[in-house]
């Protein structure tokens, strides 16, 4: 089974820059779209950005157009979300997670068509 782990979460002030990774092992992550998502405290999880298996197609949410970039190595196994002029609700464990088979990538930024997890990494944005 395909297993996920996130890192580069952290403490950043306002207008501060992040950049995730989500690393794979078992299996390569060519065959995978990857999507990140986002839980805040007492909200539902949200779609924040999702790569195709190339990396030819990419979806933002609305919120972070402009300021996050989703790219992938494949080489190195790793996909990135790279996060620029953060703000205090971009705040929120995020996830990397793929989907079993081939989806569309905005369709694949919708938890519900995602099978495989990692288990977040948190990302604060505080002054």
């Known amino acids: 089974q395909l297993q996920l782990v996130e890192s580069g979460g952290g403490l950043v002030q306002p207008g501060g820059s992040l950049r995730l990774s989500c690393a794979a092992s078992?299996?390569?992550?060519?065959?995978?779209?990857i999507g990140w998502f986002r839980q805040a405290p007492g909200k539902e999880r949200e779609g924040v950005s999702c790569?195709?298996?190339?990396?030819?197609?990419?979806y933002y949410a609305d919120s972070v157009k402009g300021r996050f970039t989703i790219s992938r190595d494949n080489a190195k196994n790793t996909v990135y979300l790279q996060m620029t002029s953060l703000k205090p609700e971009d705040t929120a464990i995020y996830y990397c997670?793929?989907?079993?088979?081939?989806?569309?990538?905005?369709?694949?930024?919708?938890?519900?068509?995602?099978?495989?997890w990692g288990q977040g990494t948190q990302v604060t944005v505080s002054s």
């Open positions: 078992r299996f390569t992550l060519d065959y995978y779209g």
């Open positions: 997670a793929a989907p079993r088979r081939i989806t569309p990538v905005q369709a694949m930024c919708n938890m519900l068509n995602l099978d495989y």
């Open positions: 790569i195709s298996r190339s990396g030819g197609s990419t």
